[in-house]
């Protein structure tokens, strides 16, 4: 059984039957201590009743729930039959239980009572909770409605516990502010079904072949988490394999329940004394007829139980020995109920919507209207097969809650020609039908890919219709979703959020785990991305960076995470709106044992210092499999890393990489860091604390913690931290110690200068330092810094091996050190289609400027409206670096191609989530991003020329200003995850603004000697 809170989204988390009163001890569990009315639904047969009745029978023999004196049962079924008539509850507690006839009626407020209401579904009275009559005494009499709507709401009899049982269609008729706690039966999972087949057939190379036979099968395999399904199919397959080794086994749903047909009839022709052949088949037809009738008619009400009057209205007699037939036994049941009435069901609703299907088709092929009336857009006058499919098809999706699904499949699967033949002996005679399944086909291939969602399909309703295809063994579709998935070109065509179930339902149901999950490369909408998440069961990489998937959404997740069968291993969620309330989600189900995640992305999910609590958890669970996790970009500070820290001195923990850049941390922070590295053992190998305000004091307290003898940090990102000069002696200390198994070390952006460089030179030098790659991009390092490093690289032994000195200020015998940003130019040109009409394009295409006067551009979709504003046509991919020139006020920005077109502020570059920005004016600098401005103070230079450098795969756009000499001044770095194709495009503001591309050229390659370099 399943736990969900109805009033939050939260995660699913295994409860046992005999505990569902008792009060969640989860921390910050918002349940209250009492549980006074649970309400647990499921499907029809997967174990409800059974559920019921193990908790009482283990309450009769002393093992659970001792603390309770009454149970009181009242199936719906048995209320249905004195729904007009007059009871007080005590009356009508004695009713159902005449052994308690000498109860006194104050025994309910002195004594402990659960009340057990089973099957909501089944009910046919009206349940009334904002108008209903107010009845508060045991002994006042009402309607039994009224009794059982004061029983839920708590008015009558407040101290009872209420448990009510409902298929998931009928649950919500109780308002959840009556219901404390949600309860899912969710049947077999996959361990179980192979259990339950294994023990059921006692010839285990039989039953390893029928488990097989039923994994291959899709639409055998999703319906076998239902124990009475099961149960079907090792009768059908046992006895065919029984019969014949090589027999033809089912391989779809209506095969499967065709030939339990046949084995019943059979089975009833073995019991049955007529032996005139002829007669049986007239006798087996017509009983079968009419409880197909039975079935189809009450379908269409939505009932599952039947009363004798129910059957006399179909013609049936229940006093009929055909009725009680072996037959009807197997499919049809029969129960006493209260007052010796009597109720009738099929042995479970998917049999009644099979038989049900059965009935549509044979009025089809008699010609018999007046059952088809139920489909609107059947022509009566026209009768084709097509005409019946295609309304059936369009019924079932107006149907609420799917109430016509599995009824759909069964229609579409026996209109098969395959299926006719093996219900020959039923049918009057067959209709060829593979033109009108021809048709069906792509009608229902239109409704998946319809681009504009006109039909509105939820996700369930998508996967229903893919498993009608299959039902008419249609496999193209599938075949087609094997390849897209598989291809190169999931950005080429628009896809519809139901075809996107469709693709999610292909992947999950597949025997091929796939690689790698990426919604942001399929061309589709935000719902359509969110469709796309359940796969990530049967994946071993999910990268639903950007996809707009809120704490919610984190549900679907977790319930694959704790699946037996997950293969997931690398989840990314970065720059997603989980909040705290998503983290403690994904992190709760860390310590599932069944979760094997090594590698959690977490940057920029607005995260505080409460979801630090929940990762801490996970990390200090036992067994943490986790062994990289990044939380940057979030609003941890130092009491957020503070408890992370916590956790990773956890003897459980097994954490090789921490990511915390951005997370508003300062020296105080260092220290809870330091103590991790010095922690016996520490597992950290890789550790990033970049774009944080650690300055000088933080980098001396995390170089001591380098020097500890138990540290084993390989990689530390330091970039953007404020550190200068003194910083770097620290450094130089913790590089030069013994042992330093620092391997890679990341200072770029940081004020060290050639005298700070000259310093961690030293350390270079030093025979304990191993470092191999050193990072000083952005470093003011100049000539004089170079030749440190130079000295530095031509000691012995120098382990250096890759060296970053781009974006520095090297004089002419450093310009080697400008290779990077020279090798990384990008040539651009503007896009015409997407340039405002206030601007004018000019110099091929390299240049914008800002006129009074419309131009006569012809609409295009990609065009800026209102904004003046324009695009490059060239993607940015891997490093780029490329300069430009302003006048009289200007933006140089990075976008997403994604970017609005329509409209105006919201579409201005830096004012939204997909685009980043310079903005240059004759005065100052500042960066925007989604609205958020930052001032940079004035630079002495006046030159009007920029540089733009992106590394997309580091997740870095640096802006720079470019001095007359070419020296580079470094203005501002974004740090974020780039989910999209980046593209350059430009902002101007007045009258004759203009911006213009400039062109990079290589300079020639000087020897020693040269003592001066141009471009």
């Not at 049967?538 to 997740?557: F, S, V, Y």
């Not at 933080?698 to 000069?725: A, D, F, W, Y």
């Not at 209102?866 to 976008?895: F, H, K, N």
Request: aromatic fraction near 8%.
């Amino acid at each position: 059984m399943e736990k969900t809170a109805r009033t939050q989204h939260s995660q699913e988390t295994p409860i046992y039957c005999n505990d569902i009163f008792k009060a969640s001890p989860e921390p910050g569990c918002e349940e209250k201590d009492q549980i006074k009315t649970v309400l647990t639904k499921g499907i029809a047969g997967i174990g409800k009743t059974i559920s019921v009745q193990k908790f009482i029978l283990d309450w009769a023999e002393g093992k659970a729930n001792q603390d309770v004196d009454f149970m009181f049962v009242l199936p719906f079924r048995e209320l249905n039959l004195i729904r007009d008539h007059q009871y007080s509850l005590h009356r009508l507690l004695l009713d159902f239980h005449p052994e308690l006839q000498d109860l006194d009626s104050k025994i309910y407020e002195e004594n402990k009572v659960v009340l057990i209401f089973d099957g909501l579904d089944e009910n046919r009275m009206t349940l009334m909770f904002s108008d209903a009559q107010k009845v508060t005494d045991v002994t006042e009499t009402s309607s039994v409605g009224v009794l059982m709507s004061n029983l839920m709401t708590g008015d009558l009899l407040p101290s009872a516990l209420i448990w009510i049982t409902s298929r998931p269609a009928a649950a919500n008729q109780i308002p959840s502010e009556y219901i404390n706690r949600l309860t899912e039966i969710q049947g077999f999972n996959e361990p179980q079904k192979e259990e339950y087949f294994r023990k059921r057939i006692s010839d285990e190379h039989q039953a390893s072949r029928i488990i097989s036979h039923i994994r291959r099968a899709r639409s055998l395999h999703i319906m076998c988490h239902i124990p009475v399904f099961c149960w079907i199919s090792s009768t059908v397959l046992q006895k065919l394999l029984k019969e014949d080794l090589s027999a033809e086994i089912p391989q779809t749903l209506t095969e499967m329940y065709i030939h339990f047909l046949l084995i019943q009839i059979n089975m009833r022709n073995q019991k049955y004394e007529e032996r005139d052949p002829e007669k049986l088949l007239q006798s087996n037809r017509e009983v079968i007829v009419k409880l197909a009738e039975v079935a189809f008619k009450q379908l269409m009400k939505g009932n599952v139980m039947f009363y004798e009057e129910d059957l006399k209205e179909s013609g049936i007699d229940v006093t009929d020995a055909a009725v009680h037939s072996g037959i009807c036994t197997e499919i049809f049941k029969e129960e006493s109920l209260i007052h010796q009435r009597k109720v009738y069901s099929f042995i479970h609703l998917s049999v009644q919507e099979f038989l049900a299907a059965f009935y549509v088709f044979y009025s089809h092929v008699i010609k018999n209207k007046e059952p088809l009336h139920e489909f609107r857009y059947y022509i009566l006058n026209q009768a084709s097969l097509d005409d019946l499919l295609r309304s059936a098809v369009d019924e079932a999706l107006w149907c609420k809650n799917g109430q016509l699904d599995l009824f759909l499949r069964f229609l579409l699967g026996i209109s098969l020609e395959s299926n006719q033949r093996l219900l020959q002996d039923l049918l009057t005679h067959t209709e060829s039908s593979s033109e009108s399944i021809r048709k069906t086909t792509q009608y229902i291939k239109g409704k998946i890919k319809d681009k504009l969602n006109r039909y509105h399909l939820s996700a369930d309703t998508s996967m229903n219709l893919f498993l009608c295809l299959l039902e008419m063994k249609d496999q193209t579709l599938s075949r087609d979703i094997q390849e897209f998935v598989k291809s190169d070109k999931h950005s080429e065509e628009k896809l519809s959020p139901a075809q996107c179930s469709t693709i999610s339902y292909m992947i999950q149901m597949s025997e091929e785990v796939l690689d790698e999950l990426n919604p942001t490369k399929y061309n589709t909408s935000d719902e359509g991305k969110r469709r796309l998440i359940p796969a990530v069961i049967n994946c071993r990489k999910a990268l639903l960076t950007g996809c707009n998937i809120t704490g919610q959404d984190c549900e679907i997740m977790t319930s694959a995470l704790q699946s037996s069968n997950c293969v997931l291993r690398e989840l990314d969620l970065s720059n997603n709106d989980l909040q705290d309330s998503g983290v403690k989600l994904l992190t709760d189900v860390l310590k599932s044992p069944n979760c094997q995640l090594q590698i959690l992305r977490l940057s920029g999910c607005v995260m505080t210092e409460e979801g630090c609590g929940y990762v801490s958890s996970a990390l200090s669970s036992n067994p943490s499999r986790l062994r990289e996790i990044d939380l940057s970009n979030n609003v941890l500070q130092d009491s957020g890393v503070k408890i992370i820290s916590d956790g990773l001195t956890s003897p459980n923990c097994q954490l090789h990489i921490l990511r915390l850049s951005g997370c508003m941390m300062t020296e105080k922070g260092c220290g809870f860091v330091s103590s991790v590295l010095i922690s016996n053992p520490s597992h950290l190998r890789e550790l990033d604390l970049s774009n944080n305000d650690l300055q000088d004091l933080g980098v001396k307290i995390i170089s001591n913690g380098l020097i500890s003898p138990n540290c084993q940090l390989h990689i530390l990102r330091l970039s953007g931290c404020m550190m200068t000069e003194e910083g770097c002696g620290y450094m130089s200390s913790a590089l030069s110690s013994n042992p330093s198994h620092l391997r890679e070390l990341d200072l770029s952006n940081n004020d060290l200068q050639d005298s700070g460089v000259k310093i961690i030179s030293e350390g270079l030098k030093s025979p304990n330092c191993q470092l191999q790659k050193l990072r000083l991009s952005g470093c003011m390092v100049t000539e004089e810094g170079c030749g440190f490093v130079s000295s530095a690289l031509s000691s012995n032994p120098s382990h250096l091996k890759e060296l970053d000195l781009s974006y520095n200020h090297p004089g002419d015998s450093g310009v080697k050190l400008l290779s990077d940003r020279y090798s990384n130019a990008c040539d651009l040109t503007l896009d015409p289609n997407t340039a405002n009409t206030r601007l004018i394009l000019s110099e091929k295409n390299r240049k914008i400027t800002c006129v009074f006067q419309h131009q006569p551009y012809p609409d295009h979709p990609e065009r800026f409206d209102e904004v003046p504003q324009v695009l490059c046509g060239e993607s940015l991919t891997g490093r780029c670096y490329w300069e430009a020139e302003w006048s009289r006020g200007a933006e140089i920005s990075v976008t997403y191609k994604g970017i609005s077109r329509k409209g105006g502020s919201d579409c201005w570059f830096g004012y939204n989530d997909k685009s980043w920005s310079l903005e240059c004016s004759n005065n100052s600098f500042s960066v925007r991003h989604n609205k958020n401005s930052t001032d940079i103070p004035v630079i002495s230079s006046s030159s009007k020329r920029v540089g733009v450098y992106v590394d997309v795969s580091a997740g870095t756009l640096s802006f720079y200003s470019v001095s007359d000499t070419h020296t580079l001044t470094h203005l501002h770095t974004f740090n974020t995850t780039f989910t999209e194709p980046l593209y350059a495009g430009f902002r101007v503001y007045y009258y004759k603004s203009s911006v213009s591309l400039c062109d990079i050229k290589q300079p020639p390659v000087r020897n020693n000697s040269d003592t001066h370099t141009t471009r």
